[in-house]
């Protein structure tokens, strides 16, 4: 073997290390970007936020659809992961809304995309059907450790909650519209809870 051969390995695994970081950091900024600006949103902002060239975004994701699906994933694996982390929270009913509360971030991003991207139906709703069992059993997890703790009734199903926040933010039309959803998402749980005595 010569010395160039013993040396090709050692000078592949940085790159291999800063693509995966660049695609992070991209997941990121596209989150940000999206959830902040909407249809305004722009590939090069993402790019800028980032601190990559726009070449950097586009060979990670080559079409508006491949950016789409990985943006929207990796959210949803967020989400997965925080229900996740709150199971054993000392207040069940506390981590419910801060996963509610991350779930409006969710649609604010995804709203922003399907905007700024005119992502096709078929894209949608391929990518939200592969995902929406995922973010209901999340759900599922949290609000039924509040019902066997007897904090909240069992009125309304993970996904009957989950159809509910998203319909809220869906219908607001306000620039601070996720600030306007907090408030609803408190009314909804209260709205869950049991009476003293119960």
Request: glycine share 6%; aromatic share 4%.
């Amino acid at each position: 073997m010569s010395s160039n051969e013993g040396n090709t390995k050692p000078s592949t695994r940085p790159q291999r290390a800063d693509a995966r970081r660049n695609r992070e950091r991209l997941l990121s900024a596209a989150r940000i970007v999206f959830a902040a600006n909407g249809g305004n949103a722009s590939l090069q902002g993402i790019a800028r936020e980032a601190g990559v060239g726009i070449g950097t975004l586009y060979r990670h994701f080559p079409s508006r659809e491949n950016l789409y699906t990985a943006v929207y994933e990796h959210e949803v694996d967020q989400l997965v992961a925080l229900a996740a982390s709150r199971t054993q929270a000392p207040d069940p009913v506390a981590a419910l809304r801060d996963w509610l509360q991350a779930l409006v971030s969710l649609v604010a991003t995804k709203t922003g995309m399907i905007s700024a991207l005119a992502i096709s139906a078929e894209t949608k709703s391929a990518v939200s059907q592969a995902t929406s069992a995922r973010l209901i059993d999340a759900l599922g997890s949290l609000l039924d450790r509040c019902v066997t703790q007897k904090l909240l009734r069992d009125a309304l199903s993970a996904r009957d909650v989950l159809h509910a926040v998203v319909g809220m933010c869906l219908i607001q039309t306000e620039p601070d519209w996720q600030q306007r959803v907090a408030p609803m998402i408190d009314v909804l749980i209260d709205g869950l809870r049991r009476p003293a005595g119960d």
